[in-house]
């Protein structure tokens, strides 16, 4: 099943260390940000320094505008995002610190609770068609062109204005393709 989450839908939402705030695509039926299963955001760095702490969590943090961001995990790892649509998967426990190259940058975070959920990022730079692997939960956004989305046993197909967030939902009965510039392909299941 194809369900379009539409960007005038999302909510706004403060920052744990009350220094921002983020723009909250998706989020488990009945999770917050105190307590939630797994979640997708998308928020604005406009300033070098710690983020919150979200132990409990694995993350995924995804360059979707901006000249790029350096992050240092427990002084040990760092990762260099400086072109579009590269990413870090961290511990949410770390002491992680931003740095910023040069002015602001947006970024598109994945969350999912370490324990219960496994949850994986896959970005298509350009121009793509990509098909969908079997997962309990996908989801897909497009940062440059509408999308279009096809199940492969062709009862179903959907244009998506760039922006929007597409949820798949498996239903054993037909996989997907997607089509589109700038992909973002989300997979979370239960462990």
């Known amino acids: 099943m194809i369900k379009i989450i ?53 993350r995924n943090l995804v360059l979707i505008e901006g000249n790029g961001i350096v992050l240092h995990h427990n002084e040990q790892q760092v990762d260099r995002l400086e072109k579009l649509l590269t990413f870090s998967t961290f511990d949410g426990a770390s002491k992680t610190t931003a740095e910023l190259i040069s002015g602001p940058i947006t970024d598109f975070n994945l969350m999912t609770k370490t324990e219960s959920f496994s949850g994986s990022v896959e970005t298509y730079r350009g121009i793509h068609q990509v098909t969908i692997r079997n997962s309990q939960l996908c989801f897909i956004y497009g940062l ?7 199940s492969t046993n062709h009862s179903a197909h959907r244009q998506v204005a760039s922006g929007d967030l597409v949820q798949l939902l498996s239903d054993g009965e037909s996989g997907y393709s997607v089509a589109g510039q700038d992909l973002i392909i989300v997979y979370i299941n239960r462990r």
């Not at 440059?144 to 096809?150: K, R």
């Open 6 to 58: 539409r960007k005038k839908s999302f909510k706004k939402i403060p920052w744990k260390n009350g220094k921002g705030s983020t723009l909250e695509l998706a989020i488990n039926e009945g999770g917050s940000l105190a307590d939630f299963d797994w979640r997708l955001s998308i928020a604005t760095v406009d300033e070098d320094g710690a983020f919150s702490d979200f132990a409990g969590y694995n």
């Open 144 to 150: 440059s062109t509408s999308l279009e989305i096809y």
